[in-house]
């Protein structure tokens, strides 16, 4: 019994018109794929990435704290600070469901953290603690001279409670102490420097010219 012959390979046929286009197609399909890679690459080259400073934007806390003034009843603090610390906004906001209008400035610090300051005269519990986050007192802190009230908890916000007199302000956010520090020492000097030219003020007698 002879042994049947192996059935011979068959190679497929590529007719040169088929194989013309198809490689056609593989050129068209890598020339547009480094197109869209070329103007990728000329789109970025044209809009180099901004440095982080390029987003801040300057708020001229002086200028929004006096124009507050009035309707604040008070001198709103815009204290100075070191050289890197900027405000991305300032403003006074009008009385909530809670009944308080406060003054409002977000802080830069120089270490790139944020922290709120607001100060109000109408403060009350219930304000004090939302804008506080909620958090516990946990202890104080005396910066300059004045105790300020610890308020935080884990994983959270921390807040510094100053109460002098009618004024109210709380400072909150995640930077570190020593930024803390220099925002409430700022605000502070302030207050100062305003209870004392307000008490000038009244100690000057009015001058009256007779007729």
Do not use: C
Request: glycine fraction near 8%; avoid cysteine.
């Amino acid at each position: 019994m002879s042994e049947s012959s192996p059935t011979p390979t068959v190679k497929p046929v590529i007719a040169a018109g088929a194989a013309k286009r198809a490689n056609a197609s593989i050129i068209g399909m890598l020339l547009a794929m480094f197109s869209t890679v070329a103007i990728v690459l000329a789109v970025v080259w044209l809009n180099p990435q901004q440095k982080a400073d390029g987003y801040r934007v300057a708020i001229d806390v002086p200028a929004v704290a006096a124009n507050a003034a009035g309707p604040a009843g008070f001198s709103p603090v815009a204290p100075t600070l070191p050289e890197g610390w900027s405000a991305n906004y300032a403003r006074w906001n009008p009385p909530g469901t809670d009944g308080v209008a406060f003054w409002d400035v977000g802080y830069v610090t120089g270490s790139n953290t944020f922290i709120a300051l607001r100060q109000t005269i109408t403060a009350n519990p219930t304000w004090v603690a939302a804008q506080s986050s909620n958090a516990p007192v946990t202890g104080s802190r005396t910066i300059d001279g004045h105790d300020w009230e610890l308020r935080d908890k884990p994983k959270g916000d921390r807040s510094l409670v100053l109460t002098s007199g009618s004024t109210t302000i709380i400072l909150t956010g995640a930077a570190d102490f020593k930024d803390f520090d220099i925002l409430a020492t700022g605000a502070t000097k302030q207050l100062a420097a305003d209870a004392a030219a307000t008490a000038n003020a009244a100690s000057t007698p009015s001058t009256k010219v007779g007729k």
